[in-house]
């Protein structure tokens, strides 16, 4: 009797059959599977540079305003807007005429004053003085008389020959003379009170600060350059009239300008005085500005629906082209590497905070893990991982996923 309990049945191996089949159209399909079409980049090695991008606006440095110091018509204008200027160069005129009047009415303002104020330190006027030394005789002499007279009755009374009445009233007499002497004495000494003497010192320094301010805005009439610069506002016409505080115009030494530029948070942990900063002018295509960066932001505001930090830029401008109050685009290098490594930056991914590519090698692609360092938006500088001439594959065409061992064909 044959024993055939260790013999495969026939459907066992038709499954054994079917996997083997499987397996091998698996093994077929990597082998000869269609190739990815896939665009590739080298790795090449060069400059990277680390940027924050922002905009900013144009702000003088060293800046004059001229203002009317009173109500007036401009006589004459010297200058035009946009002409360059040197230190002393007369650039316009008021009508002074007025202020003239003001001068001179305030010169009159202080000579009386000053005779008050001479007047009150020497209890009065020099004709006053005299006035009132000569009463200041007569009442001395009436008291001596009425003291005379008071003795003369008080040795007759004693002999009889005088009554008490008549005692009584030379005393009377006597009391008010001395009384006259002593009220003009005090007058010849203390003639004005301290607020009389406060208000008189007051008056004087009002006049003298009336004249003094005439004298400012007459030295305001016409205008002069500073310093070398540029007259980059003049709102004005010759005859035309301006009140008091009406600017009348600016001039600024624009070879170096300051930038005021507002950076995104998240970026201002990347500022550094000092960094390089390249400005660009909507109103100029193609031509960049060169500075540094003077100040990092101290402080986080909003603007618009952006919170930002103000930074300011020194900029060079020394063909005058940049004005004040026009907006730039600004370009910070936060950082910048030379003779690095650098990739194309779409063709990294992050998985897991863990960076990597596919680099391209017999025509399959392999994940290879990397490290980097800077990135801008184009570009990333590769420390490790790679090798300079290495291939990597970017994303494959009809966004087919990309996986580690798969077969690719490059394409243009």
Not at 24 to 29: A, G, K
Not at 176 to 188: C, F, G, H, P, Y
Request: neutral net charge.
């Amino acid at each position: 009797m044959t024993d055939n309990s260790h013999t495969p049945s026939p459907r066992r191996w038709i499954w054994i059959a079917s996997g083997l089949v499987v397996f091998l159209l698996i093994l077929y399909s990597y082998f000869h599977q269609t190739p990815l079409k896939v665009h590739a980049v080298t790795v090449k090695r060069g400059a990277i540079r680390s940027l924050v991008s922002t905009n900013g606006k144009v702000e003088p440095i060293q800046n004059f305003e001229a203002h009317a110091p009173i109500a007036t018509t401009v006589k004459r204008l010297v200058v035009k807007e946009g002409d360059h200027v040197r230190k002393g160069q007369l650039l316009l005129e008021l009508d002074d005429s007025g202020i003239r009047s003001q001068a001179a009415r305030a010169q009159v303002q202080i000579k009386t004053a000053q005779a008050n104020l001479a007047a009150t330190k020497n209890s009065g006027t020099q004709e006053e003085l005299i006035t009132l030394g000569t009463q200041l005789i007569k009442a001395r002499s009436a008291r001596d008389v009425a003291q005379r007279n008071l003795e003369a009755y008080r040795r007759l009374q004693q002999a009889g020959a005088a009554s008490p009445g008549e005692v009584r009233q030379a005393e009377d007499t006597l009391q008010s003379a001395q009384a006259d002497v002593n009220m003009l004495e005090q007058k010849q000494k203390d003639r004005y009170s301290p607020p009389e003497i406060a208000r008189t010192v007051a008056q004087a320094a009002e006049a003298q600060a009336a004249y003094e301010d005439a004298v400012d805005a007459l030295s305001k009439s016409s205008v002069r350059a500073p310093f070398d610069g540029t007259v980059y506002s003049l709102p004005l016409k010759q005859g035309a009239f301006v009140q008091t505080g009406e600017l009348l115009l600016q001039e600024a030494d624009l070879s170096k300008v300051l930038v005021r530029a507002f950076v995104d948070e998240p970026d201002i942990g990347r500022l550094q005085t000092n960094q390089r900063v390249e400005a660009t002018w909507d109103a100029v295509p193609g031509r960049t500005w060169t500075g540094t960066v003077s100040s990092v932001p101290s402080t986080v505001k909003p603007r618009g629906n952006r919170n930002v930090g103000e930074t300011t830029c020194l900029i060079d401008n020394q063909d005058l082209r940049l004005l004040p109050n026009i907006n730039l685009g600004v370009t910070i290098v936060a950082a910048e590497h030379n003779n690095v490594l650098t990739l194309q930056r779409d063709a990294m991914h992050i998985d897991d905070s863990e960076p990597y590519v596919f680099r391209i090698a017999d025509n399959r692609i392999k994940r290879q893990n990397i490290q980097f360092s800077l990135q801008n938006l184009t570009r990333v500088e590769i420390t490790s991982g790679l090798s300079e001439g290495d291939l990597v594959a970017l994303p494959a065409e009809e966004m087919k996923p990309l996986f580690d061992g798969a077969s690719v064909k490059v394409v243009p």
